[in-house]
């Protein structure tokens, strides 16, 4: 079946855009994830969607970042007025059951680029 | 809180040479451990998992125990090829997200 997918694949903008970053899951899977991964790092987390249940944004590493999940199933992750340090690769993840003991599955990822 | 260290690389090896990449975590109760593998140009996959001490998982070769004594799950194969060359990530999770390690980068040279 289909996994994960996000779009655009990359995006390069400038200092100060705001930009829309799209996440698809596996259809049924009700855990969803943003995380994000600067070069030479690992994968920082941002916010985690289960279900009907309010998001966990703990990782968010500013109030420019922000995530919605629509109907249970796509996601959106917006970054407001982007900065240079927010070029990174933001990966998807979904997950059949909630919680991290729970194997997710992970999209290619977008790349971002903030000149 | 929470935290996942995994040794740093690069690490180098010619093919057929014995890995080993260590892994260790901090958390509150017993996390499941994960590895999780990224080839070139590819996204994230599962490599392998344990749920429990002294659990046992295997993938292509690869191993990893959940070692509940000392806190780790090192990732070990026995003969690499020049095929597993990619970065690899320990992982630990039990409720909300996974908690990722830094990743190692494998170069399996022929």
């Known amino acids: 079946g289909a996994g994960v997918s996000q779009s655009p694949s990359n995006k390069v903008t400038e200092k100060g855009k705001d930009v829309e970053l799209r996440c698809d899951p596996i259809?049924?899977?009700?855990?969803l994830y943003w995380y994000r991964q600067s070069l030479g790092q690992g994968l920082e987390f941002l916010i985690y969607f289960q279900g009907n249940s309010a998001p966990d944004k703990s990782g968010l590493p500013s109030d420019r970042f922000s995530a919605e999940r629509t109907g249970g199933s796509v996601s959106t992750l917006t970054i407001q007025r982007t900065q240079q340090e927010d070029s990174a690769v933001y990966l998807c993840?979904?997950?059949?059951?909630?919680?991290?003991?729970?194997?997710?599955?992970f999209g290619p990822g977008t790349r971002l680029t903030v000149l | 809180g929470n935290s996942v260290t995994q040794m740093e690389g690069p690490v180098t090896l010619s093919e057929e040479a014995f890995l080993t990449i260590n892994c260790t975590y901090t958390a509150t109760g017993y996390p499941s451990l994960f590895w999780y593998v990224q080839y070139p140009g590819e996204g994230l996959q599962l490599l392998l998992k344990a749920t429990k001490a002294d659990d046992k998982g295997s993938n292509k070769g690869f191993e990893a125990t959940y070692r509940k004594e000392t806190t780790s799950f090192h990732l070990e194969k026995g003969s690499v090829q020049v095929s597993d060359s990619a970065v690899y990530f320990c992982a630990g999770g039990s409720q909300g997200n996974l908690i990722f390690g830094k990743g190692t980068k494998l170069s399996v040279k022929p």
């Open positions: 993840a979904s997950s059949p059951l909630a919680g991290g003991r729970n194997e997710q599955f």
């Open positions: 259809s049924g899977h009700t855990a």
